[in-house]
């Protein structure tokens, strides 16, 4: 009988965190600037520096550590860990290994099978790398030290994940709750959070864990999925063969689907950890952590029985609204302006996701404001705008943030309220269109909507297609 | 005990330490280094049970810096020391990943 | 500016100056800082052929910047009792603009973008720098002899070595090169040079000196403090460099830095401690009796002086060269041919660029060092060397904690012998690190130790008296060196 596999999965994660400056010293993480811009003597390494802790970066690490149900190390530490590589300026990189900042936690997600609790090893703190760049016209690589020095924190979970979906389903948790604490924007593709999978394979039945491999390199859930199936295949085959699983860090090329080990010669794995001497100790007491915890904001759970409880919108667009914070803040700093979440929710449900997907942009990176947006729907529901021109103000407000009732003014948009104009028109569309209203009255139902466009037309679109619709059945 | 260190170990330990020997250089660190391990040995005659490793002599706790930006462009500085630099970049031997 | 000629007569008349005494002199007029920079050079040019105490000399700068400082004394900018003394700096504190090598040819030509924070503050109060002092390599060697610049040559005889590592800054002090010197001192690499060229030196409390800037060795052990012509000198020096500084964590907030407060001329009362464990064997009987013959004077002004058993002496060197090296090891990792310093010539990748840089851009000691520090840390090795070495190293704070709680001061020798010959001590790295042994301990513990000179020996070399107070107890230190210094009278420099 063929054999039964299961698949192991532990996963490591990098999270950015959301500080304005780096780890160890006053450098902008902000990205984007030019090559070595961002860079000082502490972060490019030069002789006679020395690393002074930010301390937000401990803030947010235990804002983490508490939200994902982990216990707080009071007394903890920073470790360098040494190996050369010319991203790590220092050739050693400050983390912590044997005093990390949060241990032993959990979080929850759903499964097929229901929900499944996911143990979190640890949560340690350490500096980011530089950027290496191939150069294009020379055998060299060149070396930008911007994000050298940018905090990190790294998630280690317990090998508890079986499959990618649940993969997916615990990245998508973390995300989600780091967004929430605002210590994150966790873009898998912009490399503010990234995930290496340690995956090894057992026969169903057997407690032993298999050999190990760390798969790197995954930049897209998509990436994540195919690499999760290409090396429980890889081990299986091995295994088959009677070959064994080497322990060792791999390489996923997503364009070629295949992974390679990141072996040489040079590299012992050997990274002589010890207390860096430079870094004093951290002691945290109860103030600090009930501090951070007093600041834990209403997560997506909570958030959504309050919805339920709160607002009479679809299930659906709880789900959908709450999945990012950023837009659950929108949706109620609407609300709070306009007091019509049906309304809000159905703008956010229909043209923002239209445009979101247009426009392949994130939830988080709506720009435009619960002010502008509180007002556009205010105008609609006035009826000074009809649907269509609402339309219209709405993406021009979703793409530049423009104001509506400004932008409305401006061009003129306003719906012509004066009755005595708007049934000026209509009886001019009358007398212009005999056939047609000879159609209606002849039973011809449909025929009153030609009518409505040519008055909408004539109107130049500022008029309510309802009004004019009434008017004209009165008229005829 | 007598440490006898083998060129395995002074191979492994060069790779750690990126450092490459000569011949001579060698046979010298094997002798060297199996001396000062012996010497050092002598720290197993005391009995260290229950005494906390000291890494830090005072004990000076939560030092912390405010998260603002207090430099700006020093690119050219940083630079200026680079034995090969391109495009505003250290220039490093091709590297696995490129 | 001045146009007086400076002659031999009246530049050795401001060489005889200490630093707190030329200082004043320049406030009162009587000198300026522009002819105290040239007599300096002058100097200079009689003495550093033989001497070698410097790696850098920036003449043109030196005589710029002494000619600043002028204007800004005379326009009442600058009071402090320093200002317009030129100062020598050890080659691994950062001076911005001015080359720092930490006399190895793997940083040859680095210039810093900035100085060191001990460095700034002496200039801040208006000293100038005269340029940069040889050293061994990194601060590894008790001898500068391991510099890759040539060897410093101890200016009472210069057959003999300077010591080191700080040896290029104490032979400077002692043929008045300048008027005092920054140092470092990791396990005795003030105190000892200090002690071999007849000058004063001190290694503060740990944190009590920013560490930014200076070069790493060991950085759980290494201080910058002063090396000065007397404890005045030093004391002042040390006021200006100690402060508590945001950019290094391992600094201390301290409230007691008015030095120079505790120079006064009595001992009455203070409990003196001497270990037994430091008067054993292998110490020169010359230094032996010098030392106790200070021990006397001491006793004679009033102090009560004790002999105790210190213990663990015999353990500090192994813990020490596992505990420097570990860190070391990791520290000059950054030197990798990339950012900054030597890069190898020809090389096949990655790798082999490393290993070529670093094994062409280091000395075979610092190499040692290295390669014991890379092993110490290793899998499998880390628990029994280092963690054990940390242990140890509480034990031995321990030690000295039970001292200090009955004694002010210990009083000992700096090392077991005056100065060596030229060559003798780099054949057996494990001998040169013995000599180490009673000036290691206070770089583990912390405590702050002051090297005075108490005698000559029977070559006319200086043999050095060391005093270690407790943690934060630089000021006992600094009264009971005055208190000798005043009772034992002038010493002397080399010249």
Known sequence: ??????????????????????????????????????????????????????????????????????????????????????????????????????????????????????????IHMEEDAGKLIHDEWEDVSLVDYNRSGVPLIEIVSEPDMRNAQEVIAYLEKLRMTIQYLGASDCKLNEGSMRADVNLSVREVGSTELGTRTEMKNLNSFRAITRAITGERERQIELLERGESVVQETRRWDDAREVSYAMRSKEDAQDYR???????????????????????????????????????????????????????????????????????????????????LKEREMDPEDIRFT?????KLIDLTERKVINTTVAKEVFEEMFDRDVDPEGYVEDKGLKMVGDG????????????????????????KEKAIGFLVGQTMKAMKGKADPASVNQLLKELL | MAHVIDDETIEYVGILAKL??????????????????????????????????????????????????????MREQMLANAPQEKDGMFVVPKTFEG | MTDKEITGGVAREILAYTAVELGKAIHEGKVTAVEAMEAVFKQIERKEAEIHAYVTIDKDTALQKAAQIQKRIEAGELQGSLAGVPVAIKDNLCTEGMRTTCSSRILENFVPTFSAEAVSRLEEAGAVIVGKTNMDEFAMGS????????????????????????????????AEECFFALGSDTGGSIRQPAAYCGVVGMKPTYGTVSRYGLVAYGSSLD?????????????????????????????????????????????????????????????????????????????????VVEEFDLSLVEYAIPTYYTIAAAEASSNLERFDGIKYGYRTADFNGLHDMYKKTRSEGFGAEVKRRIMLGSFVLSSGYYD???????????????????????????????????????????????????????????????????SLPCGKDGRGLPIGLQLLGDCFQEKKLIQCAYTYEKKRGPFGLSV
């Open chain 1, 1 to 122: 009988m063929e054999k039964q596999y299961e698949t192991v999965i532990g996963l490591e994660v990098h999270v950015e965190l959301a500080t304005k400056t780096k780890i160890f010293c006053g450098c902008s993480t902000a990205f984007g600037g030019a090559p070595n811009t961002h860079t000082c003597p502490v972060c490019t390494g030069m002789p006679g520096t020395l690393p002074v802790l930010n301390g937000q970066v401990l803030e947010y690490a235990v804002a983490v550590g508490l939200a994902t149900n982990c216990s707080i190390t009071r007394y903890c530490k920073f470790d360098r860990k040494n190996y050369f590589y010319p991203d790590n300026p220092q050739n050693y990189q400050i983390s912590q290994l044997y005093l990390p900042i949060c241990r032993n936690g959990h979080v929850d997600i759903e499964t097929e099978g229901g929900v499944k609790s996911i143990g979190i090893h640890e």
């Open chain 1, 273 to 355: 950890y010890f207390p860096d001497p430079d870094l004093v100790p951290i002691q945290l007491d109860d103030a600090f952590i009930e501090r951070v915890r007093a600041g834990q904001p209403e997560f997506r759970e909570e958030k959504m029985e309050r919805y339920r409880r709160e607002f009479d919108i679809p299930d659906y667009d709880t789900r959908i609204i709450t999945g990012s914070k950023h837009m659950a803040d929108l949706f109620e700093a609407t609300v709070e302006l306009c007091h019509q979440p049906k309304k809000v929710s159905n703008w956010l449900m229909g043209e923002t996701l239209r445009l």
């Open chain 1, 370 to 374: 619960p002010a502008h947006f509180a």
């Open chain 1, 420 to 443: 005595n104009a708007l049934r000026k028109t209509v009886e001019e569309v009358i007398a212009a269109n005999p056939q047609s209203v000879a159609d209606y009255r002849g039973g």
């Open chain 2, 20 to 73: 490459e020997l000569s011949e001579e250089e060698r046979e010298q660190a094997k002798k060297d280094m199996g001396s000062m391990l012996d010497y050092i040995d002598k720290l197993g005659e005391l009995d260290t049970t229950d005494i906390e490793p000291m890494s830090h002599v005072f004990p000076v706790q939560n030092v912390f810096r405010e998260d603002v930006v207090t430099s700006g462009d």
């Open chain 3, 143 to 174: 001898t500068t002899e391991t510099s890759a610049f040539g060897v410093t040559k101890n200016p009472w005889n210069t057959a003999h070595v300077p010591g080191g590592s700080s040896g290029g800054s104490a032979a400077a002090v002692a």
């Open chain 3, 223 to 303: 201080q910058i403090g002063p090396l000065a012509k007397d404890v005045t000198d030093c004391a002042t020096v040390l006021e200006i460099i100690a402060a508590h500084d945001a950019k290094d964590s391992t600094s201390m907030k301290r409230e007691d830095v008015d030095f120079t407060s505790a120079l006064v001329e009595d001992v009455k009362g203070l409990r003196i401690g001497i270990p037994r464990d430091y008067f054993g064997e292998g110490l020169d009987t010359e230094v032996k009796s010098a030392v106790l013959a200070a021990a006397k004077v001491l006793e004679q002004a009033g102090a």
């Open chain 3, 384 to 450: 029994a060397y280092y963690l054990k070495a940390l242990r140890v190293k509480a034990l031995i704070k321990q030690a000295f904690d039970a001292a200090f709680a009955r004694y002010d001061v210990i009083l000992g020798p700096v090392a077991p012998t005056t100065a060596p010959g030229l060559g003798e001590s780099l054949a057996d790295p494990l001998k040169m690190y013995l000599g180490d042994i009673y000036t290691i301990s206070a770089n583990l513990a912390g405590l702050p130790g002051i």
